[in-house]
């Protein structure tokens, strides 16, 4: 079998949108089909890392492979769940603006620290939590990655933070990452029964058309509290309205964003 890793950055410069739960939830509904997942917390935040159980812990983050004092394989942590790894993130992380800054290969940093898993070929899927800025560690990550996510609120400011990231990606691909594609954009905090959403909705797909996911993240409670227990709302909850839509979305994910070749199909009961 021919497996090839697929890199995907989940951006948006724009917080609040739903990136971060987006993360975890796609993981592990990911992980939960049979798909291998790292996942990379690329926010000093690290609101991916309690999400998935973990505590931040000083030396355990990309931070010191991109300093050149660990090796990748070193910060690489399990999670409470099969398939699913995670390099978490610390506050040190902060400073990686301003290392990166200085350095000549500051657009190539992450790709080239990814490049031993990613030859290695055990994940399926790396998926990157970007920073919610346009910053030095967003722009390399994008760099570094095959496609960009971009979860969305479903209101009209949110149109401006999508052009800023699209003009970005553009940036991109006319320079060091030709071959970098829109993966996706996922509407999320979604409330049909407003006008406002269906207007919105409706502008993102007649500009963007096949881009955008056909599954929508609804607002949901229990989509909310399941952070502050660490753990994803698919095992949190796994009949909420919030996980059903993100089991949903990872099917349709992977339809997209295809990793293996003459790969069987996942039972029912894996993708339940």
Do not use: W
Request: hydrophobic share 45%.
């Amino acid at each position: 079998m021919t497996k090839r890793t697929q890199i995907i950055a989940v951006a948006n410069q724009k917080g609040g949108v739903g990136k971060t739960t987006t993360v975890v939830n796609l993981a592990a509904a990911l992980a939960r089909q049979r798909r291998t997942v790292l996942v990379v917390d690329l926010d000093p935040q690290a609101n991916a890392t309690g999400g998935l159980g973990l505590e931040k812990t000083q030396g355990v983050s990309i931070y010191p492979v991109l300093m050149g004092t660990a090796e990748i394989a070193d910060v690489i942590q399990p999670t409470a769940y099969d398939n699913l790894n995670v390099i978490p993130s610390e506050v040190d992380l902060a400073g990686a603006e301003i290392e990166i800054a200085r350095r000549e290969d500051h657009l190539n940093v992450i790709r080239d620290a990814l490049a031993p898993v990613r030859e290695s070929g055990v994940f399926d899927y790396i998926l990157l939590d970007c920073p919610p800025s346009l910053g030095i560690v967003m722009t390399s990550s994008l760099a570094a990655a095959d496609g960009v996510l971009v979860p969305m609120q479903a209101e009209f400011l949110a149109m401006e933070g999508l052009g800023l990231i699209t003009n970005l990606l553009a940036q991109l691909q006319a320079g060091p990452n030709s071959g970098l594609q829109l993966n996706g954009i996922l509407l999320t905090m979604v409330n049909m029964v407003a006008t406002q959403t269906k207007d919105v909705i409706a502008m993102v797909k007649e500009r963007f058309g096949d881009r955008v996911y056909e599954t929508t993240i609804p607002r949901n409670i229990r989509t909310s509290e399941a952070p502050s227990y660490g753990q994803p709302v698919i095992h949190y909850d796994p009949t909420c309205k919030g996980a059903v839509a993100y089991r949903a979305f990872a099917k349709e994910f992977i339809a997209r964003t295809p990793t293996r070749f003459e790969e069987e199909e996942p039972t029912n009961d894996q993708i339940a």
